[in-house]
C-alpha cells in the first residue's frame, strides 16, 4: 500500500504548499516518514474541511494495515468526501496522452483523479505564498526525451558458444597415417586424377587431421581424415565411419570432387580461406 501513502503525501503537498516532512538531509525526511505521523493539513492551512483531513491521515497511516486498501479504494474514498461536501466538478486540463492506457479501466480511474483531486480541493487552502495560478500544461505532446547513449567502454555480448557435438569413438579406430596415404593414393585414378594430384592431397589433410581417424575439433566437432561436419556425412560412405580410414578417405575424395574438382582445387581454396 506505499502506492496509497504516496498519494497522501502529494495530496497534502497540494492542499498547504509544502511536503509533511522538512530536513536538514535526505535521511532525516525519511527518517520523520518512518517515525511520525502525517499532520492533518487543516494544521498548515486553516479552513481545510476535516473530511479532507481524515482522507489524508488515513492514506498516511504508519500502520499499512490502517491505509486504503490499495488505489481504488482511496479513490472511492475520495469520490465520497467531493459528495459528502458538494464539491463540484472540474475538469484539470491535461496534455495529449502519448502512451496507450493498460486497459480502459485504468483510463477512466485517471480520469475521475483528474476530475476530483486537485482543482476541487485546492480552493479551501488560505491565501498565501504559495498560492500561484495553475497553468495547463502545453496542448501539444510532450516531448520524449533522447535515450542514453551506451556507455563509451561498453563491449557487445560475446556471442553464445556454439552446440558441439563430438563423436564417441569406438574401441578398434585404426589410426594409421602412413596407410591411408598408400589407400587415398590408389584411389585417386578411379576419379580420373593423376598421381601429381596426391601431393595436393596430403597436404590439404596433413592441414586438416595429419590424417588421423579419429583427428576431433572439439570447437566445431569436425572428425576423421576429411574432417566431415557434421561427422555423420561420413555414413553415406560405410557403417564403419567411425574407426575406418578407407570409409573416411572414399567420402573425402568424393566430397573433393564434387565441390572443387580436384585436390589441387580443394587445397587452393584452403589457403585462400583456411577452410574446404
Not at 476530475?115 to 500544461?137: E, F, Q, Y
Not at 561498453?154 to 556471442?159: D, F, K, R, V, Y
Not at 573416411?248 to 565441390?259: E, K, M, P
Request: glycine share 8%; charged share 15%.
Amino acid at each position: 500500500r506505499s502506492d496509497v501513502y504516496s498519494a497522501g503525501i502529494v495530496l497534502f503537498e497540494l492542499l498547504t504548499g509544502k511536503p509533511p516532512y522538512q530536513g536538514e538531509s535526505a535521511m532525516n525526511v525519511a527518517y520523520q516518514h518512518v517515525h511520525s505521523r502525517v499532520p492533518a493539513p487543516s494544521s498548515r492551512v486553516k479552513g481545510i474541511p476535516s473530511e479532507i483531513d481524515e482522507l489524508v491521515v488515513s492514506a498516511t497511516d504508519s500502520d499499512p494495515t490502517g491505509r486504503p486498501i490499495d488505489a481504488g479504494a482511496f479513490l472511492a474514498e475520495l469520490a465520497d468526501v467531493r459528495t459528502d461536501l458538494a464539491l463540484p466538478v472540474v475538469a484539470v486540463p491535461a496534455p495529449p496522452r502519448t502512451r496507450a492506457r493498460t486497459s480502459d479501466a485504468s483510463a477512466r480511474a485517471d480520469a475521475h483523479v483528474a476530475d476530483v483531486a486537485t482543482t476541487d480541493l485546492l480552493p479551501h487552502r488560505a491565501a498565501g505564498a504559495h498560492d500561484t495560478a495553475i497553468v495547463p500544461g502545453p496542448t501539444g505532446p510532450p516531448r520524449r526525451a533522447a535515450p542514453a547513449p551506451p556507455p563509451r567502454d561498453a563491449q557487445p555480448p560475446p556471442p553464445p558458444p556454439p552446440v558441439v557435438v563430438v563423436p564417441s569413438v569406438p574401441g578398434g579406430a585404426v589410426n594409421d597415417p602412413a596407410g591411408a596415404k598408400i589407400y587415398a593414393a590408389g584411389q585417386l585414378a578411379a576419379y580420373g586424377w593423376g598421381q601429381d594430384q596426391f601431393q595436393c592431397l596430403a597436404s590439404l589433410w596433413t592441414k586438416e587431421s595429419n590424417w588421423l581417424t579419429t583427428a576431433t575439433n572439439a570447437y566445431s566437432g569436425a572428425y576423421g581424415i576429411a574432417q566431415a561436419l557434421p561427422a555423420s556425412k561420413y555414413a553415406t560412405a560405410g557403417s564403419d565411419w567411425l574407426t575406418s580410414y578407407r570409409t573416411q578417405v572414399n567420402w573425402g575424395l568424393s566430397y573433393i570432387a564434387d565441390r572443387y574438382g580436384s585436390p589441387c582445387g580443394a587445397w587452393n581454396h584452403s589457403v585462400a580461406n583456411n577452410w574446404y
